[in-house]
């Protein structure tokens, strides 16, 4: 069945610092990838997709590359802040399934000063 | 405001109670869903109706029955509330040219 992979968290960075939080999937066909990010106390954000391999999702200084051969979209940000602090999630949709998103585990980050 | 809204936010009651949450979205979308999101964050998709017609039901307990009265509305209603009901529930909504889904807020349900 269709599954994502998210690597386990929590992530503890300091500001200004590299974000990478790897994503990974399986699924047959051809699925939309996408990054969702929960903030503490809040609903789920949609911060970026990508719905075909090679695609860039790109938001808020974040990104996110729809690789096919390695089925992965890997989310990325150069500089990261303190109000970044959030769980992100990896989903994907697969439109055998009634579009239904299936989540990864989350990743929480924490942004020290 | 174009959203999803759900009530109630917080919603603490005792075991073997019946609950509802409700939702609306006031964006056109087709499809709403039901999602719950357990203590570790985890999200798993519970229910979908398309223009009020169920079209996904996920191994959930017969004890939670949605109800969608039009394709602006779905409602969760749970019989015999247990402990292990209690997660947080989101609705969310898509409209079938869009590969986003729009969520709500989520409601906070505490069985004690």
């Known amino acids: 069945g269709n599954s994502v992979t998210q690597m386990e968290g929590p992530v503890t960075l300091s500001e200004e610092a590299f974000l990478t939080i790897n994503c990974t999937y399986t699924a047959t066909g051809y699925p939309s990838l996408f990054w969702y990010v929960q903030y503490p106390g809040e609903g789920l954000q949609l911060l970026l997709k990508a719905t075909k391999a090679d695609d860039k999702g790109s938001n808020k200084g974040f990104e996110a590359t729809y690789r096919k051969e390695t089925t992965s979209f890997h989310l990325e940000k150069g500089s990261v802040q303190v109000s970044d602090s959030a769980v992100y999630f990896c989903?994907?949709?697969?439109?055998?399934?009634?579009?239904?998103?299936?989540f990864g585990a989350g990743t929480r980050l924490a942004v020290h000063p | 405001d174009t959203a999803v809204s759900q009530t109630p936010k917080y919603l603490v009651t005792q075991m073997g109670n019946d609950k509802s949450i409700k939702c609306e979205q006031n964006l056109g979308h087709d499809t709403m869903y039901w999602y719950k999101q357990d203590s570790k964050k985890f999200l798993k998709i519970m229910f979908s109706y398309n223009n009020k017609e169920l079209i996904i039901n996920e191994t959930v307990p017969n004890r939670f029955s949605p109800k969608s009265p039009d394709k602006a509305h779905l409602n969760l209603h749970i019989n015999s509330l247990e402990l292990g009901d209690s997660a947080v529930y989101f609705c969310?909504?898509?409209?079938?040219?869009?590969?986003?889904?729009?969520f709500g807020s989520g409601t906070r349900l505490t069985v004690v």
């Open positions: 989903a994907l949709s697969a439109s055998g399934g009634y579009n239904k998103l299936i």
């Open positions: 969310a909504s898509r409209n079938r040219d869009d590969y986003g889904y729009t």
